[in-house]
């Protein structure tokens, strides 16, 4: 069994050392640190990737907090089920040890009704905010909001507002079929030809 730690912080500007401190003082040797620093602008993990292709059945991973582990509940919920199935023990510092013990499991399963809460609660969040802006915003309208006529599809449609279907395809050099789209795509939804 071998014991790893990992660190993380978010910015340049934040310390590695309190956690790295931590770790130690949870039986973590230097060397079985693994320590980046990782910005909200990349995904990449390059240490915590290492770290997981370095565990095997028995060993245990030391964090200082849940969030080390990732940003999103469901992908640490998801990490934590994959440890469990290899027989790997996660201990949080703030919280305790994640085992197949029944504290353990336990502990898993709380962690586990937090990420649901907290999916509930966009679900809740988003239906309050599409059902105000209904019935505050007389323009509402769900879906991606209406395409503009640009560019050279813009310069078809104007033209075709005053000339007829063959004509505007003759000018244009494009098909008639082509024509008929543009139009029948500002007819039926609505669209703005863009300045």
């Known amino acids: 069994m071998t014991k790893y730690g990992y ?10 050392s309190d956690q790295i401190e931590q770790l130690k003082e949870n039986g973590v040797t230097y060397d079985n640190i693994f320590q ?14 290492k770290l997981q292709h370095q565990l095997k059945s ?3 991973v030391v964090v200082t907090k849940l969030d080390r582990l990732g940003r999103k509940t469901s ?8 440890w469990s199935k290899d027989n790997i023990t996660v201990n949080i510092i703030n919280m305790g040890r994640l085992d197949n ?3 353990g499991k336990l502990m898993r399963n709380v962690i586990s009704s937090f990420a649901e809460f907290e999916r509930d609660l966009i679900v809740s969040r988003t239906g309050e905010g599409k059902r105000y802006a209904r019935e505050h915003n007389a323009n509402y309208h769900e879906g991606r909001p209406k395409r503009r006529i640009l560019g050279r599809n813009k310069d078809i449609y104007e ?6 279907i ?10 008639e079929s082509t024509v008929k789209r543009i139009k029948r795509q500002a007819r039926l939804e609505h669209i703005q030809v863009g300045k």
């Open 7 to 16: 660190a993380r912080v978010s910015t340049n500007g934040q310390k590695l």
């Open 36 to 49: 980046e620093k990782f910005t909200e602008t990349t995904s990449k993990r390059p240490q915590f990737t």
């Open 58 to 60: 028995g060993d245990e």
């Open 75 to 82: 992908e640490v919920i998801s990490l934590l089920d994959k």
């Open 101 to 103: 013990t029944p504290q």
């Open 159 to 164: 033209y075709s507002l005053n000339h007829s």
């Open 166 to 175: 063959k004509e505007t395809s003759r000018a244009m050099g494009i098909s």
